[in-house]
């Protein structure tokens, strides 16, 4: 027992440092919403300040100027430690007015890869201008063995975290009862209410940066002395302290510090039963702490990061829809079989290369850029294929070309595992988990001797018949037959994720990315959706992961480290990360393709092309977040919009006597479509709904009004699945209650919703497709037209004047088109029952009239509509019947006529709309 207290406290050092990287990544993430995977970067980089002025030199990590320059006398201790905070002060400065100001309206992921690009910046220069050499660093605390019997303890490591502890205190403290704690809170809380009282976010921002920049630093200082001050050691650090701040929740300076040290402690203690124990794995388990930890915190009690109230204005950028994919595969691929012939030597395996990163590549433009999900464990998915090559050909003798699909499917089981954190959480919390997976398996596996020999696995080369495939070796290095290998399974996948983004499936993962509870209104399947993605990209990853196995012939974990990963996935940013030329460009400029050789062959600066390429990077994100490849997207883009940009709402509409669906008749409009029985909703202790009981007939008009707040959109969500409820909800005689969204689509709902939500990076024809989702998982509704998806469309778009717009972006409607393109993509499922929030919302009266009779015309189709509007001439002269509510309650139902004269609707009304409904 004694000897497991004193690994505990051993890990006190790390524990502490652990926590002040917790306690700057609440920071920053509190005062600009930046997940700032760089903090162990500025730790790195003040530390080293530190150490060069203990020496009596000032460090310059700037390329072309001396790496140190000396001032005469070393400093003191306190000099020293005064002057490298204000260092790091200067640096989180500039680095926020450079970088994250330009960036505020950007999207959470966008901040997130500039942190992770300006993290590789300072690593990689650092390494350039000073190596790779530990640097020594005197004692800061005493250093002395405290001993109590057996349990011994080193002072210096309970000193750093004492400070830390007090730090953290000290700043709660601060944030709880000053006047710039409070407009900190503030400001996380709504940058435009923060607005309107006269506090400034950016300033906000940039003294949280000074504070979260000079604490990291601090603790990059203090743990100098107690473990080795290298460039690598300390990125390494941003995993379990991601771990602490995410138990911490973002919010909770102290239980950053706490949760850190307890990581810390808990690492060291695994070190010490990995080593004590024989039967435990030799390597790995100290990583598995943080990954339980966030697994835990994330999965278990599904919590993602806290959502802050930021003006985001900016998306992850356009997905182009892919044309003349024929013509440009076989120009492409000719350019490169002649390549292959031409170049020799280092230039052929560069190009060599340049395929296989292409197609992990493009791995991550499947799970990233088309479904949304933000994977930094593509490149571990890849090696665990890569490593298995060698057991799947050795001893289940399976050859080749079977052997790189088995390892692809093994390396696709990965995958999944990795992505079903993502079921529960979005956004940059996958992020968290994927990086935090990524670093276990590292550890776990490819560092571990237990799996993988000291000198690395051999794989056999692949062969056919005979022949041998291989990349060869001597003068035969490297084959063009190798070469050619790799460019058939590029070109298969490229061409295969070209039509996943022109297919039904791509639309739907678009639609995921942009919008995941409108995409389950249009009846996608979410969760099936992000399997499907996670599947599919770590496939082709383990097919590049299989294909580098066989270039490298003995692979080790230097090939598929976390943070080769963590640059792979920035190429691809950098490149385009949204589109398959964006995929294929990163494996150009990929480290060791074929940009990189030219580079290192004409500059001889290879060492320099990460800080060259993370340079790059941070530009691209601030400046153009579609990558290298946006621009021209943008142009083709716009020289294929030659009609539509002056459309007006509706033009165009027609609906004649051929195209309308067969009426209903009077039995059947006589019949009830929905019914709600005794359905409230309850947030807390506030009810939102109280026992709404209603019926809808089929083939009619149903309103419902109310004044602001009378719960009229809750109750859309709580038919639509989208607000938990009570009570029943019963479709054509099937009950509701018990499915979820998409379920409660498919079952015959149809939805749109108040704020709209259009996929924006989508083309008008592909939101309206979407919407099929739903109809190929259940039967006609009364009235539908048996025709096929394309008459489906054509004949929606025709009723709503939408055709001259059909190719355009939906981000770059007007609001009047977007609602139209709302309707039209609930309609395209040709739904029983279609719920209506704010149809008219944007249009003006000539417009709302038009509306009007759209609707008329798709309601005689059969479809019951429910529709909720302020606009309360349009209710009254549209609806067939109305139910009026006031806080959660109905207060009134009927015609319209009974309406317009019932005191109660008056009344609820306040006067304010009662003379308005009295006199329409």
């Not at 080293?48 to 006398?73: C, K, S, W």
């Not at 009981?693 to 004044?707: E, F, H, K, N």
Request: glycine share 10%; net charge neutral; proline share 5%.
């Amino acid at each position: 027992m004694t000897q497991h207290l004193v690994f505990l406290l051993l890990g006190l050092g790390n524990g502490a440092v652990f926590g002040a990287l917790a306690l700057a990544i609440v920071l920053t993430y509190r005062s600009s919403g930046v997940l700032n995977f760089g903090s162990g970067a500025i730790a790195l980089y003040v530390a080293y300040v530190y150490a060069f002025l203990r020496q009596g030199q000032i460090l310059l990590p700037i390329p072309g100027l001396p790496n140190t320059v000396d001032f005469g006398q070393p400093l003191g201790l306190w000099p020293a430690l005064v002057i490298s905070l204000a260092f790091g002060a200067l640096l989180g400065l500039l680095l926020y007015v450079a970088v994250f100001r330009p960036l505020r309206t950007a999207p959470p992921v966008a901040k997130a890869v500039a942190a992770l690009g300006l993290s590789l910046l300072v690593t990689g220069l650092l390494a350039e201008k000073i190596g790779t050499d530990a640097v020594a660093v005197a004692p800061i605390f005493p250093v002395e063995q405290w001993r109590s019997g057996d349990l011994f303890v080193s002072s210096d490591r309970v000193y750093f975290a004492l400070t830390m502890l007090g730090l953290a205190v000290l700043l709660a403290l601060a944030f709880r009862f000053t006047k710039f704690g409070l407009a900190t809170r503030a400001a996380a809380e709504t940058e435009r209410g923060a607005y309107l009282s006269g506090i400034s976010p950016d300033r906000i921002a940039a003294y949280n940066w000074m504070l979260s920049s000079a604490v990291a630093g601090l603790a990059g200082i203090l743990i100098a002395p107690i473990v080795p001050l290298v460039p690598v050691a300390y990125t390494l650090f941003i995993v379990p302290a991601l771990a602490a701040a995410i138990v911490a929740r973002f919010q909770f300076v102290i239980w950053a510090v706490v949760a850190g040290i307890a990581i810390g402690a808990l690492q060291s203690e695994a070190q010490y039963l990995q080593t004590a124990y024989p039967s435990l794995p030799s390597s790995g388990l100290p990583e598995l702490i943080p990954l339980v930890i966030i697994l835990l915190v994330l999965v278990v009690r599904a919590r993602s990061l806290p959502a802050r109230g930021a003006i985001i204005l900016q998306t992850l950028g356009r997905a182009p829809r892919p044309r003349h994919v024929l013509t440009t595969t076989l120009i492409m691929t000719a350019v490169s079989v002649l390549a292959l012939v031409l170049l020799q030597d280092r230039w052929r395996n560069g190009l060599i290369t340049t395929f296989i990163m292409a197609i992990i590549a493009l791995s991550i433009v499947i799970v990233t850029g088309y479904a949304g999900q933000v994977s930094l464990a593509q490149l571990t998915i890849a090696g665990a294929s890569g490593f298995l090559m060698a057991p799947i050909g050795e001893q289940l003798h399976i050859p080749f070309p079977l052997a790189p699909i088995v390892g692809a499917l093994a390396a696709m089981v990965l995958g999944v595992v990795i992505g079903l954190p993502a079921l529960r959480i979005r956004g940059l919390t996958v992020a968290v988990v994927t990086l935090a997976l990524a670093f276990a398996v590292e550890a776990f596996w490819f560092r571990n001797l237990d799996f993988v020999g000291t000198s690395g696995v051999r794989v056999d080369p692949p062969t056919l018949f005979g022949w041998d495939l291989g990349i060869g070796a001597g003068a035969d290095y490297p084959r063009i037959r190798f070469g050619l290998l790799c460019l058939l399974v590029l070109v298969a996948v490229a061409v295969g994720v070209a039509r996943l983004r022109r297919s039904q499936l791509g639309a739907q993962m678009l639609a995921v990315r942009a919008n995941e509870r409108s995409a389950a209104a249009a009846g996608v399947n979410v969760v099936r959706i992000k399997i499907l993605a996670f599947a599919i990209a770590a496939f082709v990853a383990g097919l590049g992961g299989s294909l580098m196995a066989y270039q490298q012939q003995t692979i080790s974990e230097t090939s598929f480290s976390a943070m080769a990963g963590l640059f792979l996935f920035a190429t691809v940013y950098l490149a385009g990360i949204t589109s398959v030329s964006g995929g294929l460009l990163a494996g150009v400029t990929a480290a060791n393709g074929i940009f990189f050789i030219m580079i290192d062959e004409v500059f001889s600066a290879g060492g320099w092309y990460p800080v060259v390429a993370s340079v790059l990077l941070v530009f691209t994100v601030i400046l153009n977040p579609e990558g290298i490849v946006g621009p021209a997207h943008a142009l083709i883009a716009k020289r294929r919009q030659t009609v539509g940009r002056d459309a007006v709402v509706g033009s165009g509409a027609s609906f004649d006597d051929s195209e309308k669906t067969e009426h209903v008749g009077m039995d059947a409009e006589a019949s009830i479509e929905l019914e709600l029985r005794g359905v409230a909703v309850h947030y807390g202790g506030v009810v939102a709904v109280k026992d709404v009981s209603m019926t809808a007939p089929r083939g009619s008009i149903v309103g419902l009004i109310g004044p602001n707040g009378a719960g009229k959109t809750t109750l859309i969500d709580a038919i639509s699945g989208f607000a938990p409820h009570t009570g029943e909800i019963v479709l054509a005689g099937e009950p509701l209650q018990d499915l979820l969204p998409h379920q409660r689509i498919r079952a015959g709902l149809g939805r749109t919703f108040q704020a709209i939500e259009l996929y924006e990076d989508l083309s008008v024809l592909e939101n309206v497709k979407v919407g099929l989702t739903a109809s190929g998982h259940r039967p006609e509704a009364p009235g539908a037209p048996r025709s096929g998806d394309t008459e489906r469309i054509e004949a929606v778009f025709r009723l709503l004047g939408l055709d001259a717009v059909r190719e355009r972006p939906a981000g770059e409607l007007s609001q009047g088109q977007r609602q139209l393109v709302s309707i039209a993509r609930a309609l395209a499922g040709h739904p029983r029952v279609l719920l209506l929030d704010e149809p008219a919302g944007g249009l003006d009266t000539a417009e709302s009239t038009w509306l009007a009779e759209r609707l008329r015309r798709i309601r005689d189709s059969g479809v019951t509509i429910i529709v909720v509007d302020h606009d309360m001439g349009l209710m009254l002269s549209l609806c067939d019947q109305i139910t009026v509510l006031n806080f959660g309650e109905v207060i009134a139902s009927g015609t319209p006529a009974e309406i317009r004269v019932d005191p109660r609707v008056a009344e609820a009304y306040l006067g304010s709309q009662a003379d308005k409904v009295a006199t329409a």
